[in-house]
């Protein structure tokens, strides 16, 4: 039902069993890291919790406390359970309601859930409504009325005897070793009557139980040499002469957890006379302690004036398809009102404070009632404290169910964002590598367009004194006599020859001789032929390296995917902004999964603060002081307190200084990708000087 990390056994002191004797003791050593699972942890008294749980701290070891606070308590000093549920952190701490034991037949033949058996089961786990939960018991035929303990324990024998032939583990419980033994005995001579059971040649332990072939027996002791261990059932298949018996373990029901302490094993185990003789019993029948654990195939409990409302809980839990109830009563109406006696006498371990309310409860019926005042005093102190934890938990749990949501939009948010940051870094790195290849390029292509030019204006200026002296002779002419006919011809060829040279480079260049002259003769405009030579080379160098245009092309196309990857983390950014805006201030919570955790013990401590208060309440109003008083007394001085209450709040509302004023709905600015706002490394060659 509830589990909670701790440590403990199922017959109050931890036990260790080998599946067989190992001359290897390493493989019981713990070693750090382990989990250490006690189950039945209601059961473990608080002086050998300390012990196991020194262990594992020394080992470095974990333990996890499992168990039912309904259940059978420690022999000794108990509340393990709940002082491990109080100082762990709520997270920690976990209880479990559904059941899923019990099943039944349908009307179809198949095995399903007996889920209304099980819900019966919660309410004798809780004490709740004893008589409601007879009456639907006696209803489904789970209640079995005798008119004396002959009769009872004759019919049970036979019942249990056809359950054995049937292959079937049968549990009974009883109130005391005596009852367990006696009807033992009963069952084993409906057995040996039936000749199941070999009373031949049997042993006699120092209880007085024969034992022989076919008999189901239970382990007293551990003993890691034979390797038994406290309560584990065994089959006998042998008896020795000297009285030592050859047993098998008995199989658990299937689909569940053994029984045993020991693990389930096929080997059979050889128990010396001396053994039997001390630590060996029958266990056709036992006691809730020794049943607590167990789930069997059908349970028998025998309802006495030794069964408590513990040992009726786990008499009527340990059979998986069928849990019967046996009582010596005339009718049901007297059968009524012994289970009603059954379950008020609770002998659960609820822990310390329940038993310190118990015992203040006791002792209240003999002290001096308190005076009016003073009970009243404390009423109104436990309501204000239970209103506090109201108030509290009004705050809290809203908060920490939207914390709840935060975590989770934040941590698929984490897993988008890491993956756009990594684009994004990818595409960067992508984009910057692109570049410094198109530089290198570049920087040739550079190179190349200076050499170009600088050689080009070098031919140019080399040249450039003949054609201007060309072009004088050819504006002069051939003068009125025409004697420098031949020369201007000359000179007009020599024209045509420069200009065609340069015609490539300069394609602008005319081809009318006059025209080519008036240029020849002109000064040089110097930035316009640079330009000219600059292109030409640029061109010519670019052909030289053809790779440099690629280059340009990979790392255009490079950088604009590493600004879509940008846009991309910024539109994510920008969603995740959306979707948090709901939640308001509390959304920018530094870390949210530390708030949360910080949240959930706070709402833990003020649940347990509020059942404090409530049992308090509960408490102060069953004194003598306050019975005494008018029905409407109490009803009157809740109306003074409430009224009282609301006063104070208005005044501290009065006081207290206003909220500062923030714009609803403006979500606090994330920064955008820095390249975003980087200017972007040019691309290509420089023009040179």
Known sequence: MATAPGAASRSATPTWSPAAPMPDRERARLRAGDLLVVDEAGMLDQDTARALLTVADECQVQVALLGDRHQLPAVGRGGVLDLAAAQVDPTEHLTLLGVHRFTRIDATGRTILDTDYADLTLAMRAGTNPGTVFDALLARGQIRLYPDAAVLWEALAAGVADGYTASERVAVVVGTREQ??????????????????????????????????????????????????????????????????????????????????????????????????????????????????????????????????????????????????????????????????????????????????????????????????????????????????????????????????????????????????????????????????????????????????????????????????????????????????????????????????????????????????????????????????????????????????QLRATAVTAQEAHRHAGAALAHARRQHEDRLARYGRLAWTPDPAARLADTEQAIAAARQQLTGARARMSQLTSEPALLAQPADRLAVERDAWCAERDDKRRQRRASAPPPPRSSAGVARPRPEPPSLFEPRPSIGPSRGR
């Open 180 to 549: 367990a033994a006696g009807i033992g005995a009963a069952i084993r001579d409906r057995l040996v009557t039936e000749g199941r059971v070999d009373d031949v040649a049997a042993v006699v332990t120092g209880a007085g139980e024969r034992i022989g072939v076919g008999d189901r027996i239970a382990t007293r002791r551990n003993d890691r040499d034979l390797g038994v261990a406290n309560r584990d059932t065994w089959t006998v298949t042998a008896v020795g002469r000297n009285g030592a018996l050859v047993a098998t373990p008995v199989e658990p029901v299937g689909g569940d957890v053994p029984g045993s302490v020991t693990p389930p094993v096929t080997r059979a185990r050889v128990l010396p006379a001396g053994y039997v003789t001390a630590h060996v019993e029958l266990a056709y029948a036992t006691t809730a302690h020794g049943a607590q654990g167990d789930t069997v195939t059908a349970a028998h409990l025998v309802v006495g004036e030794d069964i408590g409302a513990a040992a009726a809980y786990v008499g009527m839990t340990r059979g998986r398809t069928a849990n019967t109830a046996h009582l010596v009563a005339a009718d049901p109406a007297e059968a009524r009102e012994q289970w009603l006696a059954v379950f008020a006498r609770d002998r659960a371990d609820l822990g310390p404070a329940h038993a310190a309310r118990l015992a203040a409860a006791e002792a209240a019926r003999y002290a001096t009632p308190r005076p009016l005042e003073q009970a009243l005093a404390d009423l109104r102190e436990a309501w204000t404290v239970e209103q506090c934890c109201l108030d509290g938990l009004a705050r809290d749990l809203p908060r920490r169910d939207a914390l709840r949501e935060i975590v989770a939009l934040e941590s698929a948010h984490a897993d988008q964002l890491t993956a756009l940051e990594a684009w994004y870094e990818q595409t960067g790195m992508e984009a910057r590598h692109a570049a410094a290849r198109v530089d290198a390029s570049g920087a040739a292509v550079a190179a190349e367009t200076d050499r170009i030019r600088d050689t080009l204006l070098g031919s140019w200026d080399t040249g450039r004194a003949a054609a201007r002296d060309a072009a004088r002779v050819v504006l002069d002419g051939p003068g009125r006599l025409r004697l420098r006919r031949a020369a201007v011809h000359r000179a007009g060829e020599q024209l045509v020859d420069w200009a065609e040279t340069w015609r490539p480079y300069l394609p602008a260049m005319p081809t009318d001789p006059q025209q080519i002259a008036r240029l020849a003769d002109r000064s040089d405009d110097r930035p316009r032929l640079w330009t000219a030579f600059d292109s030409y080379a640029r061109h010519h160098a670019e052909h030289t390296h053809p790779e440099h245009a």
